[in-house]
């Protein structure tokens, strides 16, 4: 599968962007998929995921109710609205998919297929 990740920019703290993740095959044969970011010099990190039916959804810490991960099946696409942004959610923003069953996974190995990323920029 190939995924295609859009929507990044450069947008002020406290502002939106809504980040989308296009699969090229029906993502209801994908059981999870999420989003990653990576700062410069920093590790990739998981910031959301959802399971394939969409009911359960997973967050880090740093972006638990500011950020909300959905998807449409129908359209094959995951997205990412991200309101309050703040400097240090800068970075390049990946979405990956999981075809293993089970619950949806933080580890970044855990992934076989990811997007290409897209730039994030909050400025302060």
Not at 1 to 12: F, K, N, R
Not at 52 to 66: E, F, I
Not at 76 to 91: A, C, F, I, R, W
């Amino acid at each position: 599968v190939q995924l295609q990740a859009s929507g990044g920019g450069l947008v002020q703290a406290g502002g939106s962007l809504r980040l989308s993740c296009a699969a090229s095959e029906p993502t209801f044969r994908i059981y999870s998929m999420a989003w990653f970011r990576q700062a410069p010099g920093k590790e990739r990190e998981f910031v959301a995921g959802i399971s394939r039916s969409g009911s359960s959804t997973y967050y880090a810490d740093s972006v638990k109710g500011r950020f909300t991960i959905s998807r449409v099946n129908a359209k094959n696409t995951v997205y990412l609205q991200m309101n309050s942004l703040k400097p240090e959610d800068t970075g390049v923003y990946y979405c990956a998919a999981d075809f293993t069953f089970g619950s949806v996974k933080t580890r970044p190995t855990a992934y076989d297929h990811w997007g290409q990323g897209t730039l994030v920029t909050v400025s302060s």
